[in-house]
Structures are given as structure tokens and as C-alpha cells.
């Protein structure tokens, strides 16, 4: 234990990747399943290849990711405004909430197909669906981060005639930034899945959820595992780009 | 304080309620869950009729109707959860060639329910006069894509002499606002509903160019080696089901009214277009030719990387040859 405590972290992370390996190959091994219930890493890195060697799994995923990237930026630039007004504002607050709130209970996958009806856009769609599902939690982080401001720090503001644009500038702004940005993290995991969504019930046949389907169509699982893999690793691509930002950003923390 | 008791009450209530006993099965009868594909819908009136008329429960079955995905049912029945399924001809063939042991053994639908619809005006009458126009399809994938393949294919053309467009399941908005100016659709659902809007329509029919297996009954070779009779009293039930149901489509409806959750009159139409598709000389029988002609589809459009080594072996008319109690 005292050893895997002193590796570097990048060395840690890859031996749990490899233990991971070693125990699904094991099960599969042991349960003796056939490849189309549980395919063996070795099954899924062949299909892995050919996907790779034609092209197939980089086109697909460029259109996923031209999706998620809008659709978690216009979740996060709608959300910060209207965070801003619910946490200043009381009466604001009073009025938007319950249908905010309301809103959480309707299943996206419920309105994706009438979006693409409503917008005429597929693409338009997909990336709206991504930014609902980014919004909400997004959102509630935004309102918690300027709500978490100490009221102190607003005494000192007046008490420097500092101007509404100043106090959101110098204190609110940087002070929510921790929280706001924990809040952007969790919308990069989740926009993943809300563009995959709208790929599944929205036509346009282009995607990681359009072959998604296909694989599952076909019964090759192993090739909606690599998909599978695939939109993990965008999605944890996306979480240390985000991390990265908030490293730099919040150098002044440390 | 009140409020607190008042909160619990009703949990109790919901709980005791949520707790109750579950009916008892009707003794002496297997049960047997049938993954049906689709959603409760009249075009399953065999089904329900051979349920309600206690054709399965003489065969010892009771049968519970599972309404989930094609393809979850045709992968149940492949890792022998299930002994029992209805899917699509072509998928049967897909699973083989990835190892499922799904076996093929009443075929429902005697012809492929895909077609191509277009306003009358349009002029697309025949499969050739689609050649250059723009095509909405549901998704290049799924029955609806086999289906049009094999019509270009039957007919001489290729993929890339039509233009076709992925519209989802809004065929009928994206033919009435001209944005297609022909749709693939199912030819007992879409068909029904322009007609019943007014429009006056073409309807290229598949199955009247090509041999397609269509929808049918799917068990795994394990049932079928340890449990024949299970299949073969399934699949007598249900022929009878369908024998009645094409004898008496109006009774058929009445009865699947009690099957499907608020179905009114309007959709008796879906069932007399089904019906047409269900007909043959002998029920339930599936032609060797249809096979090699959905195989060679299949692998045309690359949803195949090589034929099966056994195609016969995806399919048996051992169970539908035997003939039906009077």
C-alpha cells in the first residue's frame, strides 16, 4: 500500500486501468460468455482497431464531440446570467424557480424527438438537448456559488463605494468562481450523455449514438463497448480540460 | 405533528399497497414471457386472440406480453432467458452471424410490411421513378432500410441513384410538407393515416418486387432440442390465433380492445392492411428463398461481412407443418 502511495499518479492510474482489464478478462473467462453478452477486452480492442484502421470511430466522434462542445457552452453561458438574476433577485427567484424546478421532472428523451420537429435543425436539435441537460445543474451551481459570498466582504465593497459592476467584477464573480466551475464539470460529464441522446431519437445518421444503435442492430457488442470507451474518454477529456481552466483560473486560491 | 402522522399514513398505504400479494398464477400453467417488439397495438390481434380464447392456456401456456425492444428480446432468447420471441426476419440472420442461436420458427408476416409512399401528384409510381429523387427514411438502419435496399436492389438500382435522407419517425409531416418527396414507412400504419387525411397517394409495396422474411416467432436451439413441445404448442396456439383473426378481423379488434390500453375504433384499418400481409396458403410456413434473398441484401448493404455458414439452420417449418386441431 505504502508503495502505490509513493508511485506518481499517472502510474497509479494505469495500473488500476490494467487491473480493471485483468478482471473483466477473468470474468469472461470464468462465465465462459459468449462475446455477444460480455465481449473480452481482446474482443473489443480487435474491433477497436478496425473501426480505427477505417475511419469509422474518428468521424463519428468529431460529429459527437461538434455537438457537445455548443451545446455544454450554450448551457453554461444561459445558465450564468439567469444564476445571476435567481440569486440577486427574490421576486426573480419567486417567479422562474418552480418552472425551473418543474422542468427537472420532464425526461429529455421524452422532447428530444419533438425538438427536431420544432427546430427543423437536426443539428440544432442534438446540440439543445445537449445544453438542457448541461443547464440545470450548472445553474443551481452558479446560484449557490454567488450565494456563498460572505456578507462581510459586501460591507467592505459598499463601504469602498465600489459600483453593482464592480462589486460583481472584483468580489461576487471571482469569489462564486470555485463553485461555478465544479458546476461547469459536472455539465462537461453530462453534456456527453445529453448529445448522445439526442442522437438516439433524433435522426441524421452521423454520431456515436447513431452507430451506437447500428452496433446494437448488428448484436456486436463489442462494438458498442468500444463506443462505449470511446464516449468515456470524452467525456473524462472534457472534465481535466475543464480542471485545467480552473487550475489556472483559481491560481490566486493557492 | 399532524402533518408528520398524516406523511406516514399515506407512506403506510402506498407501501401496504405496493406489498400485495401478486395474483396468483393459474395453476398448472407455464408462463411464459413473449417479447413482442412494439408497443400493445391491434396488429398483434393473433396474439390476443389466441390468449383470450385460451388457445395458449390448452397448450399449458400463459402467456405475458412484453412490449420491449427487438432487440433486447432477440438477445434474451439467444442466452436462453427466454425460450421465446417475435422479431424481424433480418435480425435473425444478423444475430447468427454474431453467434446467437436463435432459430426462426413461425413466420407471422408473409410479406415485408415496408413500402414507399408519395403523393400521387409526384409521379413516383413505379421503384424506377425514384431514381434522383429525395428520399426520407426513418434511419439507415432497421427494417424500413432493409426493406428499401432490397426494393433499389430487386429493381436495378443502387443506393447512389436516389437521394436519401435520415428523417426519423416523422414520415407522414415530412411527405405533407413536401420536405420528401417520397417516405419508407410500415405499409399497415403511414398508408392508413394519409388516407384516412385525404391524400391521394402512390404505394410502392417491397414485397411486391422481393421476398423479404418479414416478422415471426424465434426460439434458440437449446428450447429446441430439450423443449419441442414448448415451441410446437406456442406456435399451434398462436396459428390458431391467426386463423381466427384473418376469419373474423372485426371480433379480433374487439378482443385486442381488451389488450390495448384505450384503443378506440380508428386504427381497425391498421388491422385489415396487417391482415393482407398475414395471408397465405399455409400459415406461419417461411420459404428457404426468401432467406438467401434477405441474406444477399444484408450483405449488399455491408449490415453482413459474409454469408452464414448454414442459412438453413436460422429457420425450420418443422412446427408450422403439422396440421391444426379442428
Not at chain 1, 427537472?104 to 438537448?129: D, G, K, M, N
Not at chain 1, 447500428?214 to 480540460?241: C, E, M
Not at chain 2, 412484453?66 to 435473425?92: H, K, R
Not at chain 2, 426460439?219 to 386463423?243: H, I, K, M
Amino acid at each position: 500500500m505504502r508503495l502505490l502511495r509513493s508511485l506518481p499518479n499517472w502510474l497509479t492510474i494505469l495500473i488500476s486501468f490494467l487491473m480493471l482489464l485483468a478482471g473483466w478478462h477473468l470474468l469472461v473467462m470464468i462465465g465462459e460468455y459468449p462475446s455477444f453478452i460480455l465481449p473480452s477486452p481482446v474482443n473489443v480492442a480487435q474491433q477497436m482497431a478496425v473501426v480505427v484502421a477505417d475511419g469509422r470511430l474518428l468521424r463519428h466522434s468529431l460529429i459527437t464531440i461538434s455537438e457537445i462542445i455548443p451545446g455544454l457552452l450554450i448551457g453554461f453561458f444561459v445558465a450564468l446570467p439567469l444564476g445571476y438574476l435567481l440569486a440577486k433577485s427574490p421576486l426573480a427567484e419567486r417567479l422562474i424557480s418552480p418552472y425551473l424546478i418543474a422542468s427537472q421532472a420532464i425526461p429529455i428523451i421524452a422532447i428530444a424527438p419533438l425538438l427536431t420537429i420544432w427546430i427543423a435543425s437536426t443539428y440544432w436539435s442534438r446540440v439543445l438537448v445537449a445544453a438542457l441537460v448541461v443547464f440545470f445543474p450548472v445553474l443551481i451551481n452558479i446560484i449557490a456559488g454567488l450565494r456563498s459570498v460572505p456578507p462581510e466582504l459586501y460591507e467592505l465593497m459598499h463601504a469602498l463605494k465600489a459600483t453593482p459592476g464592480q462589486i460583481f467584477r472584483k468580489l461576487e464573480f471571482p469569489a462564486a468562481l470555485p463553485i461555478i466551475l465544479a458546476g461547469l464539470k459536472v455539465g462537461a460529464t453530462l453534456s456527453v450523455i445529453g448529445a448522445l441522446v439526442g442522437e438516439f431519437v433524433q435522426p441524421k445518421s452521423q454520431g456515436l449514438g447513431f452507430l451506437l444503435v447500428t452496433a446494437r442492430y448488428q448484436f456486436k457488442t463489442d462494438l458498442v463497448f468500444v463506443i462505449l470507451l470511446t464516449l468515456a474518454a470524452i467525456a473524462l477529456s472534457l472534465y481535466g480540460l475543464v480542471a485545467l481552466v480552473e487550475r489556472r483560473v483559481l491560481r490566486w486560491q493557492t | 405533528m399532524k402533518k408528520l402522522i398524516w406523511l406516514l399514513l399515506a407512506f403506510s398505504v402506498i407501501v401496504l399497497v405496493g406489498c400485495r400479494e401478486a395474483e396468483p398464477e393459474p395453476v398448472g400453467l407455464r408462463q411464459i414471457r413473449l417479447p413482442m417488439g412494439y408497443i400493445a397495438d391491434p396488429q398483434y390481434a393473433p396474439f390476443y386472440v389466441a390468449a383470450k380464447k385460451g388457445y395458449y392456456a390448452a397448450e399449458g401456456l400463459e402467456i405475458e406480453f412484453d412490449y420491449s425492444f427487438e432487440t433486447d428480446g432477440i438477445a434474451l432468447v439467444g442466452a436462453n432467458e427466454l425460450p421465446l420471441a417475435i422479431v424481424s426476419g433480418e435480425q435473425v440472420i444478423m444475430a447468427r452471424a454474431q453467434d446467437l442461436p436463435v432459430v426462426y420458427v413461425m413466420e407471422w408476416f408473409q410479406k415485408y410490411p415496408i413500402a414507399v409512399v408519395s403523393k400521387a401528384a409526384s409521379g413516383i409510381a413505379r421503384p424506377q421513378d425514384l431514381a434522383g429523387r429525395n428520399v426520407g427514411l426513418p434511419g439507415f438502419w432497421g427494417a424500413s432500410y432493409v426493406g428499401y435496399v432490397g426494393l433499389l436492389t430487386a429493381n436495378g438500382l443502387t443506393q447512389d441513384d436516389v437521394r436519401a435522407n435520415d428523417i426519423g419517425f416523422n414520415q407522414v409531416e415530412s411527405l405533407l410538407s413536401d420536405q420528401s418527396e417520397a417516405v419508407v414507412v410500415y405499409i399497415n400504419n403511414e398508408p392508413v393515416q394519409l388516407a384516412a387525411q385525404g391524400e391521394a397517394i402512390n404505394v410502392i409495396a417491397v414485397a411486391d418486387y422481393i421476398d423479404l422474411v418479414a416478422n415471426g416467432i424465434i426460439t434458440n436451439e437449446d428450447t429446441l432440442a430439450n423443449e419441442p413441445d414448448l415451441v410446437q404448442g406456442f406456435v399451434r396456439a398462436t396459428l390458431l390465433g391467426l386463423s381466427d383473426t384473418l376469419a373474423d378481423p372485426e371480433a379480433a379488434y374487439q378482443i385486442s380492445k381488451q389488450y390495448v390500453e384505450g384503443l378506440d375504433d380508428g386504427r381497425f384499418d391498421v388491422l385489415l392492411a396487417s391482415i393482407e400481409l398475414w395471408r397465405a396458403d399455409t400459415l406461419g410456413l417461411t420459404d428457404a428463398a426468401s432467406w438467401q434473398q434477405t441474406q444477399a441484401v444484408l450483405l449488399d448493404m455491408g449490415f453482413l461481412d459474409a454469408p452464414l455458414p448454414d442459412l438453413n439452420a436460422a429457420f425450420t417449418n418443422e412446427f408450422v407443418s403439422q396440421p391444426l386441431p379442428q
